[in-house]
């Protein structure tokens, strides 16, 4: 197992079939010891459940982490059940917010940073001060596949908030370099959630040729946050479908 007695701390687990659950339950497949937060009880309970039935070990943290509480209170409740934090994977957020960029309204915008980056920059800077006293931890954050050239002109405020992630990444982990803090980034093309899938509605062709599949997706983020990812510091990796 690569993750043995790992304990990671996961947000944005919320819905079966996405991308947080089949990180926590291949998480949990090779050793670690989860906590899952969200900003819906019942839903982030659910996925508990699931992945206790999986034989996991979890705890469930419902919280705002758009809040400097809601960031710091995961991130306490972690190191109380489990009394360390090696891995912090900052998935919470999402695109919200479409249209042209001329109409976008502040609340819009401001809800779409809040959502994506600002949860980020808050659950990095709760758990910092921890892994800075072990000597160490690896953070997860989430990008995507062609930074700023991949920019959707009807996704203004999300485009914004991944660039702002890039430069989260970037930052961080010079700031961690001296404290053995490693700090990456995976940049995905388009995913093969229900989700997408459902709103998007690929052809076959597509789905193998352009589309990520969970498990390479997955497969990067282990090895990321495996010892075999151990030389490695301040990257986005864009994990993309064979086609691109």
Request: net charge negative; glycine share 10%; aromatic share 4%.
């Amino acid at each position: 197992m690569r993750l043995q007695n790992q304990v990671a701390l996961i947000t944005g687990v919320s819905h079966a079939g996405q991308v947080g659950y089949a990180l926590a339950s291949a998480l949990a497949r090779e050793g670690a010891l989860l906590a899952i937060s969200a900003r819906n009880i019942e839903r982030v309970n659910e996925r508990a459940e699931e992945l206790r039935a999986e034989g996991a070990s979890v705890i469930a943290l419902p919280a705002d982490l758009t809040t400097e509480e809601g960031a710091q209170m995961i991130v306490q409740e972690t190191l109380a059940a489990y009394g360390r934090i090696n891995v912090l994977i900052n998935l919470a957020g999402g695109l919200t917010v479409s249209g042209p960029p001329d109409e976008l309204t502040l609340a819009a915008w401001e809800k779409e940073l809040n959502n994506n980056l600002r949860t980020a920059f808050l659950c990095t800077r709760a758990v910092w001060p921890i892994m800075k006293r072990q000597g160490g931890g690896k953070i997860l954050n989430f990008s995507r596949a062609g930074g700023t050239q991949s920019s959707h002109p009807l996704m203004l405020a999300y485009n914004c908030a991944k660039a702002g992630i890039d430069a989260l990444t970037s930052t961080f982990s010079r700031a961690g370099k001296e404290s053995g803090i490693l700090v990456n980034a995976l940049g995905p093309g388009l995913l093969t959630t229900q989700a997408n899938i459902d709103s998007m509605q690929p052809t076959p062709e597509d789905l193998r040729a352009q589309w990520v599949g969970l498990d390479h997706l997955i497969e990067a983020a282990i090895f990321l946050l495996s010892p075999a990812g151990d030389g490695v510091n301040g990257v986005v990796l864009p994990v993309q479908g064979k086609g691109i």
